[in-house]
């Protein structure tokens, strides 16, 4: 009996972690986070909304309708389903970025939209073949952004990369390998382009 309660008490855990680390409210939680660090009044607004409207707004409505369409599961369990929901992301990300760098956001706001950019397009190649972890991808790149923004005291939010590995584990919604290989990818992928883009 005690056993089954901490096997429920786990798998509740597991799924809260992998509920509220989604990929898209990270996104949308990081970019508010870096802009209010970075910029205040009405420059925070502009930018802050510009930011959510093409990481989250735009893309996800597209994307809605053709999972519910086709009966997908918003997680997109299946490697096969995976297309084109990402294909709308990427094209909004791309889009995104441009505007941020025509509205003169903060350089790591522009550089951030565009490794979310990057990154899908990655994810979306390589899923072709392999369940790659999107939540991996999804929280690794953000992390890295917030470190390079806020310095040593960003270094608190790694905490949460095992913590969202585990639970996507834990849930059998991926492997060892691929919830590792995402975080691997996002972070030389994120670490390069901020490096290559902005410098140090």
């Known amino acids: 009996m005690h056993q089954d309660s901490n096997l429920k008490l786990e798998y509740q855990l597991a799924r809260t972690i ?16 870096i802009n209010y660090y970075l910029l205040k ?8 909304f510009t930011s959510i409207f093409f990481v989250f707004l735009l893309p996800s409505i597209p994307a809605y309708l053709w999972m519910k369409k086709n009966i997908v599961d918003f997680e997109l369990p299946k490697k096969e389903d995976r297309f084109y ?24 706001t522009t550089v951030l939209m565009f490794c979310y950019f990057s990154n899908t397009l ?13 939540h991996s991808v999804g929280i690794v790149g953000p992390v890295i952004a917030l470190i390079y923004v806020l310095g040593y005291v960003g270094l608190v939010f790694t905490v949460l990369i095992p913590l969202v590995m585990w639970s996507r584990v834990y849930l059998k919604k991926h492997s ?3 919830v590792i ?14 490096y290559l883009l902005i410098g140090f």
């Open 18 to 33: 992998s509920t509220y680390s989604s990929p898209l409210l990270v996104s949308v939680l990081v970019f508010i986070g």
């Open 41 to 48: 009044g009405y420059d925070f607004l502009t930018v802050t």
């Open 85 to 108: 929901p990402l294909l709308y992301f990427l094209l909004s990300y791309l889009i995104g970025a441009i505007v941020l760098y025509i509205i003169s956001a903060p350089p790591i």
């Open 122 to 134: 990655l994810v979306l190649l390589i899923s072709q073949f392999w369940k790659i972890s999107i």
């Open 176 to 178: 060892l390998s691929q």
């Open 181 to 194: 290989a995402g975080a691997c990818m996002a972070f030389a992928s994120t670490l390069a382009q901020i």
